[in-house]
């Protein structure tokens, strides 16, 4: 659309609202307000374009933002609504006047009811770096009203962990539409796993949004997500809906993949256990060996189905063995790795004290390998008081029982 032609029509700016729903109640916790413009044969057309657009005036975009908000809080005040309200803003303008207008209009709708603590400020994560500082003031300043935070658009190969963690915002809000790209998909999982993460180590909570499918809601559960939101659930529209709009689908969806998640540690469960009663004759005879090579060749063969390298370490670290790998579906000793330290690697020390303290093996997570790259376990446990077994899992076998995927 022209831009002229929306600001000559600006009456016909009005705000849509897309739920967003809660994974604790299943209910709707709040509503983002989205820009639509309204045309002539009654069909409305997204905003989003015009206020992306970087040869739109800055001043354009700000009168039509205010419109937009002022019938969203109309709206919403004449409701008697008690939900979260999430407002988009452009960081760059937001900063022009330092935000004193916007906050001026929210303020101007106290007296009718509306709660600044529900409302929620979202900007996107790539925008504003110049005014970066700026910007945490602005938010610092915010919250003494009980306004919050929610940085959007995460989620991608440019996303900066650095610059998230230092705007503390209060929700994070992941883009799951790279998971319907059939490119780079493991990569951008790696970069999803690492937002909950941060998520946790902040505080905030973790919101997916674009959710168009069962499989992303599915991803989106296992990985952190507190709220959802996306066409899978609600398709914006010009009125606030019933708070259980979703709540049926949710709990169906939820069980599936609760089942599907208990199914998935059973067979670990199993896994681990049929692993350790097979090397339990082994691990026996590795109590006093200095030289581990010759007795890994024999486990070597008790497992050649199922792993693809192996080796012994010390409690801290250090390897006592060479690598014993299966190449060509022979296993050979590859001895450069003897002596090398593994104890940087996340959790190898919390294992092994877990290890020496419950005398149980461990299966790790599922890890990209650093020199094949194919997704793997690895198997450890105690052979003697400071020794160690390591058993890489190999993909191959992974793929075959898909419930250790």
Same mark, same amino acid.
């Given at each position: ?28 916790? #709040? ?21 992306? /657009? ?13 419109? !937009? ?13 008690? &939900? ?7 960081? /760059? ?5 330092? =935000?004193?207008?916007? &906050? ?11 709660? &600044?603590?529900?409302?929620? %400020? ?33 989620? /991608?190969? #440019?996303?900066?962990?650095?610059? !998230? ?5 209060? !929700? ?49 559960? +296992? ?34 993949? %609760? ?14 256990? $049929?692993?350790?009663?097979? &090397?339990?004759?082994? !691990? ?24 693809? +390298? $192996?080796?012994?370490? /010390?409690?801290? =670290? ?10 060509? #579906? ?24 877990? $290890?020496? $303290? ?28 400071? +020794? ?18």
């Amino acid at each position: 659309m022209d831009p002229l032609d929306i600001m000559t029509n600006i009456e016909k700016v009005t705000p849509y609202f897309q739920a967003i729903f809660s994974a604790e109640a299943q209910e709707i916790i #709040g509503y983002e307000v989205l820009g639509r413009f309204q045309l002539e044969n009654g069909d409305v057309k997204s905003l989003g374009p015009f206020f992306r /657009d970087n040869t739109v005036p800055g001043e354009y975009q700000l009168e039509v933002d205010k419109v !937009i908000i002022n019938k969203a809080l109309t709206y919403y005040t004449e409701e008697d609504c008690s &939900l979260k309200l999430f407002i988009n803003q452009h960081a /760059d303008l937001l900063l022009e006047d330092q =935000g004193e207008s916007l &906050l001026e209009l929210f303020l101007s709708y106290v007296p009718r009811g509306l709660k &600044l603590e529900n409302i929620v %400020i979202e900007i996107d994560e790539h925008s504003s770096k110049e005014g970066e500082e700026f910007l945490q003031h602005l938010f610092n300043y915010y919250r003494t009203y009980g306004i919050q935070l929610s940085v959007a658009n995460i989620g /991608d190969a #440019g996303t900066n962990m650095d610059r !998230i963690g230092r705007l503390n915002p209060n !929700i994070l809000k992941v883009n799951l539409e790279i998971l319907r790209q059939s490119y780079e998909v493991a990569a951008h999982q790696d970069i999803l796993h690492s937002l909950s993460i941060l998520s946790r180590k902040i505080g905030a909570a973790l919101m997916y949004e674009n959710m168009e499918a069962s499989f992303q809601l599915q991803y989106a559960w +296992r990985n952190g997500g507190r709220y959802y939101q996306g066409y899978y659930l609600h398709k914006p529209g010009p009125t606030f809906i019933d708070i259980h709009h979703a709540k049926e689908i949710l709990v169906e969806k939820f069980q599936q993949f %609760i089942r599907y998640e208990k199914r998935k540690l059973h067979a670990i469960h199993q896994f681990t256990g $049929m692993l350790q009663t097979r &090397l339990q004759a082994f !691990i026996s005879k590795g109590h006093n060996l200095e030289e581990y090579d010759k007795w890994l060749h024999s486990i070597a063969d008790e497992l050649t189905n199922i792993s693809f +390298r $192996m080796y012994v370490c /010390d409690e801290n =670290g250090f390897q006592l063995s060479s690598n014993i790998l299966k190449d060509n #579906g022979k296993w050979i000793a590859n001895r450069t790795y003897k002596g090398k330290n593994w104890s940087w690697r996340p959790y190898f020390l919390e294992h092994v004290m877990k $290890m020496s $303290m419950e005398k149980k093996g461990i299966l790790s997570d599922l890890y990209s390998d650093i020199e094949s790259g194919e997704s793997v376990r690895t198997y450890s446990c105690l052979i003697t008081q400071n +020794r160690f077994l390591y058993v890489d899992i190999s993909y191959e076998y992974l793929y075959e029982n898909q419930d250790l995927l």
